[in-house]
């Protein structure tokens, strides 16, 4: 049951489209974090009504975040997902009547710390959640602690709970993070093209799996295989 798209607010069902389906704990990569990924899957069956997951870009949050989301999905839990970075700019409205969800899970809330009216959505969201017993999980770039909050009540609360802090993966883990992804889209990527792709790139998830898209549209139109001159031609390397 795919229960982020009941949500009555028009943009929250635009947003909840941005659920990346295929994240699993399974497919997670990153052995320094495989632990606090297991927590984190402990967490969503054991009552934990807050867990903030934390880790400098591409240490896998964001993945974690949509697994958790998939895996309560799976569950016939109703689950409401936002990544803050693609809302633009922010709206209290957004967080009105989420506590008829099961579980939110939010990405990126480092957007709304340092200013006063977002802190007080965030703050007001937090107590509704808790007070109905529903789980909220978010993910930021470092530990609550060396974050800059204007309510501190708001950093208070966000201490409370479950605090897990990821490491940013090596770039072998990258390099096969970007080869499952291949093969989750039904392409075959050779280790010396993948390689020249990790070299050619700035190596961060996002900017990989994004010209994984690229040729994979580009492999699909051409019905190419995905060499190292293809992908030069492709990406214009």
């Keep these: 049951m795919k229960s982020t798209v009941q949500a009555g ?3 929250q069902l635009t947003l909840s489209v941005k659920l990346r389906q295929d994240a699993s704990f399974e497919n997670f990569l990153g052995a320094a974090n495989k632990k606090n990924s297991e ?6 069956n054991s009552g934990e009504l807050f867990v903030y997951l934390c880790g400098e870009q591409s240490s896998g949050k964001t993945h974690l975040l949509n697994a958790s989301c998939n895996a309560l999905e799976a569950q016939n839990k109703r689950v409401m997902f936002f990544s803050l970075k693609d809302i633009g700019a922010f709206d209290k409205q957004l967080f009105d009547g989420l506590e008829s969800f099961d ?3 939010l990405d990126d809330i480092d957007l709304l710390f340092d200013d006063a009216d977002s802190e007080e959505a965030l703050f007001d969201l937090y107590n509704r959640l808790r007070s109905n017993g529903k789980m ?8 609550i602690a060396n974050q800059t909050l204007a309510l501190a009540d708001l950093k208070s609360r966000l201490s409370a709970g479950l605090l897990l802090q990821l490491f940013r993966l090596t770039d072998e883990e990258k390099e096969e993070a970007l080869k499952s992804k291949a093969k989750d889209k039904g392409l075959w990527l050779g280790d010396d093209t993948a390689a020249y ?11 990989l799996f994004g010209l994984l898209d690229q040729l994979d ?16 031609s ?3 390397w």
């Design 197 to 207: 792709i990790m070299k050619r790139s700035d190596r961060s998830l996002d900017e």
């Design 103 to 105: 579980a939110v899970m």
């Design 217 to 232: 549209d580009a492999s699909l139109s051409a019905q190419r295989r995905l060499t190292i001159p293809f992908v030069k």
């Design 234 to 236: 492709v990406l214009g």
């Design 39 to 44: 927590i984190l899957k402990h967490a969503l």
């Design 9 to 11: 607010n028009p943009q």
């Design 136 to 143: 909220l999980t978010v993910t930021a770039s470092k530990p």
